[in-house]
C-alpha cells in the first residue's frame, strides 16, 4: 500500500499542534518536580491560562498580552500551591486537587458571567508562521515549520530547559534541592526559594502551555477544555525521566496518540470511539506501569522541607 | 498517664471542629464577594440555596439524594487518605460500580429482590474495587506513584460506561434512544424509596450504615489500627512486622468498592439507567468531603451532607438568582485550601507551643 502523503502530513501537522500545549506546560513542570514539588495543579493552571487568554484576547485583541495574561493567572495559582506546599508544608495532592477544582469553578463561573450561557467567542488566535525556505519542504516543511508561534517556543525551550537545569548553577540548585534538601540547605542554598520560584515557573508555564491551547488551534474556550492535559504532563514527566528533551519527545508521543484518535474516529473503523478517545489515557498508564523500576524520580518529590532556621 | 492536659485535649478538639466551619464561612465570603462582582446579591443567592436544600421536605430529600454518592466516595477517598494512599481516582471508580449494578439490573432473570438487589450492590462494589486494582497494586507492590494512574483511570472508566450505554455498538446502550443511555434496570434492583413522592432512597441509610461501620473498623479493629500506622509512619509500621504493601492494596480495594458503591447507588436508587456522564464529578468533590471531615468516617457524614446541601441548593440559587452552579465548586475549593492553610492556625500554634516547649525536653529524657 503506498503511504498516503496527504494523511501523513495532516497527522503530522496535527501532533505537533497538540503537543505543544504539553510541552510548554511540562517545561515547567520539570522544574517543580525536580525542585522536589509535584504539582498535580497544573491541570487547573492549564485551563485558568486557556479561559484568560480567550478573555484577554477577546477585550484587548493583543496576543501578546493575552499569552502574558495568561502566564501571570497560571503564576497567581502556582503561588497559592507554592505557599500552601512549601511554607504550610500541606499535602501538595490535596492542594493540587482544590486547586483544580477551583480553576474548574471559577472558568466556568466567569465564562457564564463574561460571555452568556450559549457565546463561543472567536477570538484573535496566535498568528500562523510558514518558515521560508524550510516551509516549502513537502511532507515536512508543513507538519513542522507552518504552525503558530507557541509551536516555534516549543522547539527551542526544550534545549534552553536541559542547558539551564544541567549545565548552571541554578539548575545544579534545582536537582540539589529536590534530591537532599538538606545538604543543599547545609551549602546555603535557600531550598524554600529555589522551590518557590520552582513553582512558579511551573505554574507560567501551564498558562502560557493553556494559552497555546485555547488560542493556537480552536480559538474558543470550552469548559474544562483540558480534559486532563495538564495531568498527562506528569505522565510525560516519568515517561521522559524529568529530563526536558526526552519529556518534550514524550509530550510529542502523548500528542500524536491524541491526533490519532481524533482522525480515527473520522475513518470508520470497527473500534467504537470511546475506545480511541482513551488512548493517551491508556498510554500514559501504560508508559507509567512499563517503566517500572526503569526510572527514579527526584529523591525528595513530595516531600515537604523544613529547614531549621525557620 | 496522658501528657497532655485536659485543656489541650479541649483546644485541640475544639480546633478540629471549629476549624473547618471557619474554612467554611471564610470560602462562602468570598465567593460571595465574586457573586457581587457580577452583578448579583450574594444574600438573595444564598437564600435560595438554604430553601433549596432545607426549606422543605422535598428539598431535604433532595439534599439526601445529593449526599449519598458523596458519602460513599468520601468514605472511600477518607479511607485511602487515612492510610497514606492518595486514591484520587474515586470518580472513575464510581463509574464502574454504576456499570457493575447496571449489569446486573438489567440481566433478563427474574429474581426475588431480596436475592437480586444486594446482588447488584455487591458487583457495583466489586467493580469499583477492580477499578482500583491496578494502580493499588502497583502502588503497593512496585511503588508507581497511584496520583497519576488513579487520574487517568477517571478518564477511562468514563469512556467506558459511554461505550457502554452507546446507542449503537454499546453491550448496555438502548437502541435508538435519543441520549446514551440503559435499558431500564429490574424493579428487583430498585433501592426502596424513603419518602413517597421524593427521591430519597435507602442509599443513605446504606451509606451511613457503612460509614458508622468504617468508624468502628478504622478505630476498634487490627485492620483500622494497621492502616492507621501505615497512613501515619510506613516505616515505622513495616518494622513493627506491618506487611505495608499488602495493607496499602487491601484499602485501595476497599476504597475502589466504596466509591463502586457511590456509582451503584446512583443507578439502583435514583436514575434506575446508567447515562453517559452521569456523574457531575461526585468522585473529585469526595476528595473535598473527605478532607474537610478530616478523614473520618463519622465527620465525613456531616461534611458529605453539608456538601450536597450545595449541590441540591445550587440549581435553586440558578434560577432565583441566575448564578452559575459551578460557584459551589468554587466554594468547595476554597474551603478546602482554607482548611489546609489552618486559619487562625498561627494564634493556635503560637498557644500550643508556649504550653509545650518543657514537655517536649521531657520526651526527650523519659526514655
Not at chain 1, 127 to 132: A, H, R
Not at chain 2, 89 to 114: F, H, K, N, R
Request: net charge positive; with cysteine.
Amino acid at each position: 500500500m503506498p503511504i498516503d502523503t496527504a494523511f501523513v502530513t495532516d497527522w503530522g501537522t496535527a501532533s505537533i499542534r497538540l503537543a505543544t500545549p504539553l510541552a510548554l506546560t511540562a517545561m515547567g513542570g520539570v522544574y517543580s518536580e525536580r525542585s522536589g514539588v509535584f504539582n498535580i495543579g497544573m491541570e487547573g493552571m492549564m485551563l485558568s491560562g486557556a479561559f484568560v487568554a480567550i478573555t484577554t484576547s477577546y477585550f484587548t485583541g493583543s496576543v501578546v498580552a493575552a499569552a502574558l495574561a495568561a502566564m501571570a493567572a497560571g503564576t497567581l495559582l502556582s503561588l497559592v500551591h507554592a505557599y500552601l506546599a512549601i511554607s504550610r508544608l500541606a499535602n501538595q495532592i490535596i492542594v493540587g486537587a482544590a486547586i483544580n477544582l477551583l480553576a474548574l469553578g471559577l472558568t466556568n463561573f466567569l465564562y457564564r458571567a463574561i460571555f452568556g450561557a450559549t457565546g463561543r467567542e472567536r477570538v484573535a488566535g496566535f498568528p500562523q508562521v510558514k518558515l521560508p525556505v524550510l516551509g516549502d519542504i513537502p511532507v515536512i516543511g508543513p507538519i513542522l515549520f507552518d504552525h503558530s508561534i507557541a509551536v516555534y517556543i516549543a522547539y527551542i525551550l526544550p534545549f534552553v530547559a536541559w542547558y539551564v537545569l544541567f549545565r548552571t548553577t541554578w539548575g545544579l540548585n534545582v536537582r540539589a534541592v529536590g534530591e537532599y534538601p538538606q545538604a543543599a540547605d547545609a551549602a546555603g542554598v535557600s531550598v524554600k526559594r529555589v522551590r518557590y520560584l520552582s513553582v512558579m515557573l511551573s505554574g507560567a508555564m501551564a498558562g502560557l502551555g493553556g494559552a497555546a491551547l485555547s488560542l493556537g488551534a480552536v480559538r474558543y474556550f470550552t469548559q474544562g477544555m483540558t480534559a486532563g492535559r495538564g495531568f498527562i504532563v506528569l505522565g510525560a514527566l516519568v515517561f521522559g525521566k524529568w529530563n526536558p528533551i526526552l519529556v518534550a519527545l514524550a509530550c510529542l508521543f502523548f500528542g500524536a496518540a491524541d491526533a490519532l484518535q481524533l482522525r480515527a474516529q473520522t475513518f470508520g473503523f470497527a473500534i467504537p470511539h470511546q475506545f480511541l478517545v482513551m488512548l493517551p489515557y491508556l498510554l500514559t498508564i501504560a508508559a507509567l506501569v512499563g517503566f517500572v523500576g526503569r526510572t527514579v524520580a527526584p529523591q525528595s518529590l513530595g516531600v515537604p522541607y523544613k529547614s531549621e532556621a525557620d | 498517664m496522658s501528657r497532655y492536659s485536659l485543656a489541650d485535649l479541649f483546644a485541640s478538639a475544639l480546633w478540629r471542629t471549629v476549624g473547618p466551619l471557619i474554612a467554611l464561612l471564610m470560602a462562602l465570603g468570598v465567593s460571595g464577594i465574586l457573586i457581587v462582582m457580577v452583578g448579583a446579591d450574594p444574600i438573595t443567592a444564598y437564600g435560595a440555596m438554604i430553601v433549596g436544600s432545607v426549606g422543605s421536605v422535598d428539598a431535604l430529600a433532595t439534599t439526601g439524594v445529593r449526599m449519598t454518592p458523596l458519602l460513599l466516595a468520601g468514605l472511600g477517598v477518607a479511607l485511602s487518605f487515612r492510610c497514606g494512599v492518595w486514591n484520587i481516582g474515586a470518580e472513575g471508580q464510581l463509574y464502574a460500580g454504576a456499570i457493575g449494578a447496571t449489569i446486573i439490573g438489567v440481566m433478563p432473570v427474574s429474581l426475588p429482590m431480596i436475592v437480586h438487589l444486594p446482588l447488584a450492590i455487591i458487583v457495583g462494589f466489586i467493580a469499583g474495587a477492580l477499578w482500583a486494582a491496578i494502580p493499588g497494586y502497583f502502588r503497593a507492590y512496585r511503588g508507581v506513584s497511584e496520583v497519576v494512574l488513579t487520574l487517568m483511570f477517571n478518564y477511562v472508566g468514563i469512556q467506558l460506561a459511554s461505550y457502554m450505554v452507546d446507542t449503537r455498538s454499546g453491550p448496555l446502550g438502548e437502541r435508538g434512544a435519543a441520549y446514551s443511555q440503559s435499558h431500564l434496570i429490574a424493579d428487583s434492583t430498585r433501592l426502596p424509596i424513603l419518602i413517597p413522592g421524593t427521591s430519597l432512597h435507602a442509599g443513605l441509610i446504606l451509606a451511613v450504615l457503612l460509614a458508622i461501620g468504617l468508624y468502628i473498623v478504622v478505630r476498634y479493629t487490627t485492620f483500622g489500627f494497621r492502616l492507621r500506622m501505615v497512613g501515619a509512619n510506613p516505616v515505622a509500621a513495616a518494622y513493627a512486622g506491618v506487611n505495608t504493601a499488602r495493607q496499602i492494596m487491601w484499602v485501595m480495594l476497599l476504597s475502589g468498592g466504596l466509591a463502586g458503591l457511590a456509582g451503584a447507588a446512583e443507578v439502583l436508587g435514583l436514575k434506575y439507567r446508567l447515562f453517559e456522564n452521569f456523574s457531575p464529578g461526585y468522585g473529585y468533590d469526595a476528595i473535598a468531603v473527605a478532607l474537610l471531615a478530616n478523614n473520618n468516617p463519622l465527620g465525613v457524614i456531616l461534611s458529605s451532607g453539608f456538601f450536597g446541601a450545595l449541590r441540591a441548593g445550587a440549581n435553586r440559587m440558578q434560577q432565583t438568582a441566575g448564578i452559575e452552579v459551578s460557584v459551589i465548586l468554587i466554594i468547595q475549593a476554597l474551603t478546602v485550601l482554607f482548611v489546609v492553610a489552618g486559619v487562625l492556625v498561627g494564634w493556635l500554634a503560637s498557644r500550643r507551643a508556649r504550653m509545650q516547649t518543657p514537655r517536649q525536653e521531657e520526651v526527650v529524657y523519659a526514655d
